[in-house]
């Protein structure tokens, strides 16, 4: 029988994985800061422990990408250390373990969409911290380890680009919006119900999850407006008319390569998840 342990349960991923995992009846215990301190490798180590999950899925995250230019060692103590002691704590239990990555560990400078295992270029401290902590778990359980990077994440429990936008658009008439960076929105409970798939199985490895469909942040803001019924203006910019702290990949497009030759299904198209997701945050 599966029993299954999320971490940081109080973002966008983890609460819907909990909420999937709940729809399966499968057993699952979730936690957050309150609950351990993944920083701290003995009270991660207790904490896993007692719990004795078969299965780990690790959703906590340091995930504030700009902040993380200024908090480098708080960025690399959650993502890189708080990792490392997940993974400890896993392999000591005989679990197997769920990274949940991010499509910022590649530079973004690639044509196509990225292959999983295509070279990792990290453009700053979020996504470096990111590729270490996959590292750490890679060292500690080459075997039984499951890794699945996501980008443009959207979800009900916490901040994120479609929330935000309908936020300005209630007192804006226009918004400018970065058109030069690519991508596919991730709609977490799509996202939950493929990472569910997954750790059911023995399918180890690296794998790409994402909404179908790519749009640039321009074009995903302009079909909110337009699913949301907004009339705000969207107005196209360049990235380097939008300095941020830290630098976005230009392209987070990704091959579902590994996905298809696995078995899994792809999930459903982004225009069709923002849908739902708006749906979901009226009730």
């Known amino acids: 029988m599966e ?16 909420r999937e995992l709940a729809k399966r009846n499968i057993a699952a215990v979730g936690a957050d800061i309150g609950e351990f301190d993944l920083t701290d490798q003995t009270a991660t180590r207790r904490f896993i422990a007692g719990a004795k999950p078969s299965c ?42 769920a990274f949940i990555g991010t499509d910022y560990v590649f530079d973004g400078k690639k044509d196509g969409p990225y292959e999983v295992d295509d070279p990792k270029k990290p453009l700053g401290v979020y996504g470096k911290t990111k590729l270490r902590g996959e590292e750490e778990c890679l060292e500690i359980m080459p075997d039984r380890l499951f890794i699945a990077r996501l980008s443009w994440v959207f979800g009900k429990n916490g901040k994120n680009f479609v929330k935000t ?28 119900r493929l990472i569910c798939d997954i750790i059911l199985t023995e399918k180890y490895g690296t794998y790409h999850v ?4 790519v749009c640039s942040w321009h074009q995903f803001a302009s079909e909110i407006m337009r699913q949301a019924g907004r009339e705000t203006f969207i107005r196209p910019i360049t990235a380097a008319e939008y300095p941020t702290r830290a630098m976005r990949p230009q392209n987070s497009v990704f091959s579902k390569k590994e996905l298809d030759e696995a078995g899994f299904v792809r999930l459903p198209h982004w225009k ?7 749906e979901e945050i009226k009730e």
């Open 165 to 192: 936008m309908l936020q300005l658009s209630e007192n804006r008439s226009e918004i400018s919006v970065v058109a030069d960076q690519k991508g596919s929105p991730t709609y977490t409970p799509d996202a939950a």
């Open 210 to 213: 994402s909404n179908e469909g």
């Open 56 to 97: 780990i899925v690790h959703c906590a995250a340091y995930t504030a990408v700009d902040r993380a230019e200024d908090e480098t060692e708080k960025a690399y103590a959650v993502n890189v250390r708080g990792s490392r002691h997940i993974a400890l704590a896993a392999r000591e239990a005989g679990a197997k373990l």
């Open 272 to 278: 069709d998840a923002l849908a739902r997701f708006l």
């Open 3 to 18: 029993k299954v342990l999320v971490t940081g349960v109080a973002g966008q991923l983890g609460f819907d994985v909990m």
